[in-house]
């Protein structure tokens, strides 16, 4: 059965979330690199046809095929076109306008759209008032880890700040889209190799004519490393993983991962690279963490604490002993009561 507006995560899906925003969080290093040497359609057509090209056999592997009907086909090219090719296009132009910190801060709006969204065109994803205000507390933690700085340049580049935006609001779009593959009975493996080949055939004239990208010097071993890791790790494994934990999270809960892609990619240069950690990025992953508390809703929650986890549901041996009870007084007489 599909996610309630009212789900709560399973240690499985908060690890498979974790999982994804480490994956999606290395896109921005590996995009980074690769524009280096090539222009965003060919860069964007590169990363979902490798994409597709790992994707066909492993689900050929596994004993099935892409499917054939017609919905289905027109189901794949949607979620292509608002989850790869419109904001992967968006993002990558953007990201050579404005630094990549801003850049991060108007890509974590995916929440808040997806929220808004999800309450005006879903009946089971409604927005509650625990669930608003840990969108924005994660989405002001976002803020604090990048740093005042990245705002410096807020205003400057309107049109590539409203195209991160853009893509912001086609990523929520796509998650509330892609609820119906679960309707369709389409495995995650299926939609994420349905959707990397449409993004393909949407993308692919556009680089093509605009780019022409025969005319364009051979890149280096370096930025093939890049576009390989952004094809095959932050592509095709995540969407794996996307529609893995959409199928039974909802629209709102995958929407998070913006949050924590941020703390991946910081967590990842202090590793990697040993950049310094700042006081801010320990107060920003804690805003970001009471955020993601606060939309689980179970700390919140004071019944469990004070009653357990069952009574918060309304069941447990108490209620049923109660409910017992009443039946039985509403059984006698009105002299015996």
């Not at 310094?276 to 004071?302: E, S, T």
Request: include cysteine.
């Amino acid at each position: 059965m599909w996610a309630t507006g009212t789900h709560r995560m399973t240690a499985t899906e908060w690890a498979l979330l974790v999982g994804l925003s480490i994956l999606w969080g290395g896109s921005f290093f590996f995009t980074l690199v690769a524009l280096a040497a090539l222009p965003p359609f060919t860069l964007v057509a590169l990363r979902v046809g490798l994409a597709a090209l790992a994707l066909n056999p492993v689900l050929a592997l596994s004993g099935t095929s892409l499917p054939r009907e017609r919905a289905i086909w027109v189901a794949f090219l949607g979620i292509g076109l608002l989850n790869n090719a419109v904001p992967f296009s968006l993002i990558v132009w953007g990201q050579t306008q404005i630094a990549s910190g801003l850049a991060a801060i108007l890509n974590a709006t995916t929440p808040l759209f997806t929220v808004a969204m999800a309450h005006w065109t879903t009946a089971d994803e409604r927005m509650t008032g625990h669930r608003l205000a840990g969108v924005v507390i994660g989405f002001i933690g976002v803020a604090v880890m990048v740093g005042p700085d990245a705002l410096a340049g807020l205003g400057s580049t309107v049109l590539a700040q409203l195209a991160v935006l853009g893509a912001a609001l086609s990523y929520g779009a796509a998650s509330i889209f892609g609820r119906r593959f679960r309707r369709m009975a389409v495995t995650p493996l299926t939609v994420a190799t349905g959707q990397v080949t449409a993004s393909t055939l949407l993308i692919l004239p556009i680089a093509l004519v605009i780019d022409r990208p025969w005319t364009l010097t051979m890149p280096g071993p370096t930025v093939w490393c890049a576009v390989l890791g952004a094809a095959l790790l932050s592509t095709a494994l995540a969407y794996i993983v996307f529609f893995r934990v959409l199928a039974t999270a909802g629209a709102t809960n995958i929407s998070l991962v913006t949050f924590l892609i941020r703390v991946s990619a910081i967590l990842l240069d202090a590793l990697v690279l040993g950049e310094r950690l700042d006081p801010r990025h320990g107060v920003g992953m804690a805003l970001i963490a009471a955020g993601l508390a606060a939309i689980d809703g179970r700390i919140l929650d004071r019944r469990i604490w004070f009653t357990g986890p069952r009574a918060a549901t309304g069941h447990g041996p108490d209620r049923d002993r109660n409910g017992a009870e009443a039946a039985r007084l509403q059984r006698q007489p009105a002299s015996t009561k």
